[in-house]
């Protein structure tokens, strides 16, 4: 197992340092370098231009989030659910709608049931999945491999980015393909994590944070599912209290929590609206006393705000979701690592729930 982990002390931290080489099989053949378009052969004979239902659970809902936001940015109707609540939302399908199983393993119970159910229902089903001849891959009608390699360690960490990046070649095809900014943006993202992770100051931040009482991450529009996963990978890995929020929803009870003791991590890019709201949303936690940990590229006067700075690249909301996650992703592992957990193997998760 040792030669396995090619000398990193966990498969976690070897498969956040993987992200760049996944990321870049991710976009490999996919980008019409000629005419700027996106070419997704797996699902070539795709033709959907009806709403979008993406159905998913743990970290791969928060890539179908993101996704859905991504779609919707193009101008398609497209919303994600949790699959377990799929049928109990009792969620309009017709033969128009396309639903999107988001699955790294592709063995998920609750996953497969929902797509089971919207194929019943008369819909067409696809699978996001990093499994070739998964369930998922198998029963949907049409499958787009995310590519990311195996991941062992069971807190998703290169398959989230891989999904994440998938699911935006996916909006782009499924719309108006891409700008040449935009497709200059997507090309860039493999070697912008390979700078954080050259140069991330995450490990100095879990130490300066490994004994606090809980943590709470805020993010808007694209970061608020960075938020969610931020807190899943902390609780997963430490076994600590942590919470993601959208960043307006704090005023309406959670900062009812927020004390020195409990440090805010707030995902801000750019200058725009969505930078300054989330600002005053860390000014109402700096008001509170509370520790301010900002993830950032510096566009925005955060920083001004903030007792640590975990810097990325400017590249914009979506490509800036995608490398704040892994400076949460290394701050998570560092808490982890500094409590002595059992970071590849949690203890209660399993990499893959085959049960309802
Ligand atoms: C389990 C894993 C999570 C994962 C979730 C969904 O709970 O521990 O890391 O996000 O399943 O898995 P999937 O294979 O469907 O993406």
């Given at each position: 197992e040792d030669a396995e982990k090619s000398g990193y002390d966990h498969f976690m931290l070897k498969e956040i340092n993987e992200q760049p080489t996944a990321l870049r099989q991710c976009l490999r053949?996919?980008?019409?370098?000629?005419?700027?378009?996106?070419?997704?052969?797996?699902?070539?004979?795709?033709?959907?231009?009806?709403?979008?239902?993406?159905?998913?659970?743990?970290?791969?809902?928060?890539?179908?989030?993101?996704?859905?936001?991504?779609?919707?940015?193009?101008?398609?109707?497209?919303?994600?659910?949790?699959?377990?609540?799929?049928?109990?939302?009792?969620?309009?399908?017709?033969?128009?709608?396309?639903?999107?199983?988001?699955?790294?393993?592709?063995?998920?119970?609750?996953?497969?049931?929902?797509?089971?159910?919207?194929?019943?229902?008369?819909?067409?089903?696809?699978?996001?999945?990093?499994?070739?001849?998964?369930?998922?891959?198998?029963?949907?009608?049409?499958?787009?491999?995310?590519?990311?390699?195996p991941e062992i360690g069971v807190a998703a960490t290169k398959t989230f980015a891989s999904q994440q990046l998938a699911l935006a070649l996916l909006a782009f095809a499924l719309s108006d393909g891409p700008t040449r900014e935009e497709l200059e943006a997507l090309r860039d993202i493999p070697g912008q994590v390979q700078t954080i992770l050259d140069t991330t100051d995450a490990r100095a931040v879990a130490e300066a944070?490994?004994?606090?009482?809980?943590?709470?991450?805020?993010?808007?529009?694209?970061?608020?599912?960075?938020?969610?996963?931020?807190?899943?990978?902390?609780?997963?890995?430490?076994?600590?209290?942590?919470?993601?929020?959208?960043?307006?929803?704090?005023?309406?009870?959670?900062?009812?929590?927020?004390?020195?003791?409990?440090?805010?991590?707030?995902?801000?890019?750019?200058?725009?609206?969505?930078?300054?709201?989330?600002?005053?949303?860390?000014?109402?936690?700096?008001?509170?006393?509370a520790p301010i940990v900002a993830i950032t590229d510096g566009e925005s006067d955060v920083t001004r705000y903030a007792d640590h700075v975990l810097e990325i690249p400017a590249v914009g909301d979506l490509g800036g979701s995608v490398l704040a996650n892994v400076q949460l992703q290394l701050v998570a592992y560092w808490v982890a690592n500094l409590l002595g957990r059992s970071i590849d193997k949690p203890r209660n998760l399993a990499k893959s729930v085959t049960v309802e």
């Open positions: 053949g996919r980008i019409d370098e000629l005419d700027g378009t996106i070419d997704l052969d797996d699902i070539a004979d795709l033709d959907h231009d009806g709403p979008i239902q993406f159905v998913a659970c743990g970290t791969s809902y928060h890539a179908a989030l993101f996704g859905a936001e991504r779609l919707r940015t193009a101008g398609v109707q497209a919303h994600a659910y949790l699959a377990s609540e799929y049928a109990s939302e009792r969620v309009p399908v017709d033969e128009g709608t396309l639903v999107v199983g988001v699955t790294q393993s592709g063995e998920t119970a609750d996953t497969l049931r929902a797509l089971r159910e919207a194929a019943r229902a008369g819909a067409t089903t696809l699978a996001v999945t990093n499994t070739v001849a998964s369930s998922a891959a198998r029963e949907c009608d049409h499958a787009l491999y995310i590519r990311a390699g944070y490994a004994d606090a009482d809980a943590y709470f991450f805020i993010g808007r529009g694209y970061h608020y599912p960075v938020a969610l996963e931020g807190a899943l990978k902390m609780k997963e890995i430490t076994y600590r209290h942590a919470e993601g929020f959208a960043a307006g929803e704090l005023k309406h009870g959670p900062l009812a929590l927020v004390t020195q003791n409990t440090p805010v991590f707030a995902i801000v890019t750019g200058n725009g609206e969505t930078a300054r709201k989330t600002i005053g949303n860390v000014k109402e936690v700096e008001a509170r006393d």
